[in-house]
């Protein structure tokens, strides 16, 4: 499989592998609206064909920079930067490559060294195992705390965080 | 017109208000307003702001009719204009509140913010010369701003003027040297001069731009893996464009270590060893017997990359003979042991090659009979899993090469050796559709589904299958599992602007003769994509303040393309041929409506009913902003956009009536012929239009087009057949100009002496083997008025040969539209050879295939997930 930045013309293929994937929705607008930030995240796709309907986004990582709130003109302060990673989806026929590790490990590189992260957080289900085990036992995520009814259909979330090394 | 004067104090008052309006101190503004209209009751401007504000109350109506009167009254007023303008943008009218701000301009021509909106507004419609002089009067009145800067040169790029974009930034960077080297914006704003360089064909100073910046030496582009990337491209122009050897040299070297250290960052990036191998004058698309060894020693540099499959899956590709043999057991054994489903996807492409597919179908045989004949697996034996993984292989691959029973056995017993894992009913999902059972297909993919409820991606494809057999309803009910609670499904997809999903739901709908349906949901597409456009709003002044530069720029180019989506062209040839078929059978918009007295149809009921339900629960505002009028507490903001309209034509009724259908689906191709040129369905559905609203030159232009990329098309033929006759039974000649351009145009098709009749025969004999010739071939005998048998007579020659399936159902579809007496003949003849198909079956054999899936226990209880991965 093919890794390799996020294009903008990736946006229609990604918000279709999210639909498929996740029970969370994100329309095109949310999608966009994330663009500026994710220019530097992965993203696995295999050549697509003409006659397919959605370009073949396999998986992506949404990831991006915290922003911090800043009046036009005005300098930031005490702003310490940061990433999230909003949302990871691999298609369900992709799984068991690893494409979630390398998806993870090309954001975070980017989140450290373009953009001088302190650190990266996210959010899990707390039934979601495989991706607890990905995110701490691979990645080297921690727990910082459990976020109660985090997700809209009430359930918990695990706050986790990895501290980059400068 | 003069303005009434107002007092000394009223113009406090009113700046009061101004004031108010922008602090949405709504009630306030409206007292303050109302305050100064009593003693200047034909003042514009406070009349214009007091319409504001009503509409921002919900008093949409009474405010813009208030809003108008003041604009008459003071015509030359910036406020009224920019008010004005407010409205228009809210209701997306882009173009006109642009006019409304320039307007606003004229008499007031350094304001600010009027100026900043005219810039995104020139930025929406792409008004790029007006957008240079605006930013540069924005830049006039702040100098100072940096963002004002950055916002000129974008302009100048985006209008073309490069050199002037380039001076810009050249200037920025000259007051910006002091920021530091550690600047996100700085570097994004260098990485945005050195794509303007190159877009300029200054190759050379672009890549020495990038190094004198480099991150590794101390510079402040931070991206290293964009700015290496970039500086590839522009070593592989400038070799492109260079003759001279010695320096071509020295760029492959500077060019050579750039890959390899992209590589060492991603050893999984396909055009990455693209780029290396073509940087050596190797095209990996097309390697030759001459470099094939020098390729292959390259991609092996990269095995050793524990992690990376890239290299080993490109080496399939380029190798051949004994070496592909050598390469392929290895990977093979390494992802069948691991299990990963989506080998045969990868493996694919590797089929053109039908040399390579043979050992590949012989080497999975190999591991299948070695594990089948394999002493009975013990338990900590890993066989087992590679046993069934390989015969998931297996049926995939014989399902892919039509060989459907084949495919069907190997998965029988791989479901008796794991009757728990998705991926084998899913398969068996895909090899039924492919021997065209939809309907067998459905069954198999909600029995993965049971197996893994808590899975979307097979909740969405067995929806998506249901509806390839036909059952809307159940299909709705699967997707409704995971969309949000309490809508219902289309609602909640529509929002989210389910492509997959309003295509598919839309085809059905069509399938099924509910074109009424049908539209509905095509125009829902029309709609995500009007939506796409309106999106980008936001980001023209943010981009400019953030200095995102090159995915913003990127970005409006792919808005301009966006409608070249598939599913967008899908939807638009759909749109236009019931459009078509609407405006050549009259009688069909008609039938399409309920018929009160003989409500026999009860799944069709059903199904509007349940539109009915939708377009309610889809617009809990409906009808809320009017009529609440008299009740509402008339203080809450409710913005300016306008309330949704409630849809008065959920089931799309009345759109079927509608009196100008050709008129609606040129609409609907607006701007096709030009985004997707080498689009033939794209030309034939502009030529359906065209022909029948007689526009002569647009219709024989693009067949013309059409022509030119595929002369032999089936659809070609019967539409160069249709211009012919249409114009030959015209009842009196074209006038000149048209007329001989016309004459012309359709000779250089068809030349003039060649009778259709010959024409038409021609064409048969060229393509005897071809089903859809054939048809084509009918389609015109029946323009020229043959006899009914005779045109029957045609089409079962079909049969003749063994042919695809899709085609057979082609051509029983027109066998049924021409209301053929052969039809059952033909299904019978059809039905009996497709053994594992149900296509052919009689309608009342399908409804009851139908209804046993409903009736087979398709319970909502949902099966234990059995993994949960990432």
Redesign the interface.
Known sequence: ?????V???D??GM??CN?????E?????YC?RL??HF??T?KID??PR?????ALS?AFTFAKMEEQEEP??QPATNHVPHGHVTS?S?????????L?K?LML?SQ??MS????AAFVSLHVRK?????LS?YRDTLGFTVNNIEEKYY??GEDAYAMQLTFEH | MAPPPLAQKDKKLFADLLSQYENRQLSKGRKTADQILKKYPEHGETMCMKGLILVHLGQRDEGINLVKEGMRKDLSSHICWHVWALIQKSEHKYEDALKSYIQALKFDKDNFNILRDTAVLQTQTRQFEGLAETRHNLLRLRPFNRHHWVGLAVAYQLNGNLAEAKQILEYIEGFLRNVGSYDVEFSELLMYHVRILEDMGDFQSAVDMLESHDRAKGGSVLDRMAGTEMKVRLLAKLKESNADDEQKTAWTERADAAWRWLLSQNADGYEYYKGFLANQGIDLANVTDENREKALEMLRGYFNDQVATAPRRLALHVATGQEFKDLIKPYLTNALTKGIPSLFADLKPLYRDSLKRQIIEDTVEEFRATFATSSPPTGDSIEPTTYLWALYLLAQHHSYLGRHKQALEILDIAIAHTPTLPELYMTRARALKRAGDPHGAARAMNDARLLDGQDRFINTKTGKYLLRAGMVDEADTIFSKFTRGGTPAGVDLEEMQAMHYLVEQGDSYRRAGKLNLALKKYYVIQKVFESFREDQYEFHQYSVRKTILNVYTEMLKWEDNVRSHPGFIHAAVATVQIWVALFDDATLGPSLQPAETTASDVSSKKALNKAKKAARKGQPEADGANSKKATATQTEDRGLEPPRLKDDDPEGLKLVLAEDPLERADKYLTGLSELVPQNMDICFAIYDVAIRRKKYLQAVRMLMRAHSLDSEHPDLHLRIAHLRDTVSSLPEPIPAPVGPVLAESIASLLPEEVSLELFNSQYLQKHTSSPMAIVAHAKVAQILKAPQDEVDSILFTVLREPVQLDHEFAVLSYLKDMKSPRVEEFRIACNDRFELSTLFRSDEEIAALQKSFTESGESPDDGEPLETVV
């Open positions: 499989m093919n890794i390799r930045a294009r903008v013309e946006l229609a918000q279709d639909l498929h994937n996740l029970p929705n994100y329309t095109m607008k966009s663009s500026p220019i530097q992965a295999r050549i003409p006659d397919l309907y959605h396999l036009e003109g990871i691999v298609m369900r026929s992709y799984r068991r490559l690893g979630a390398k090309q590189e980017a060294s373009i953009y001088r039934s979601n195992r495989a991706a990905l809209a259909d």
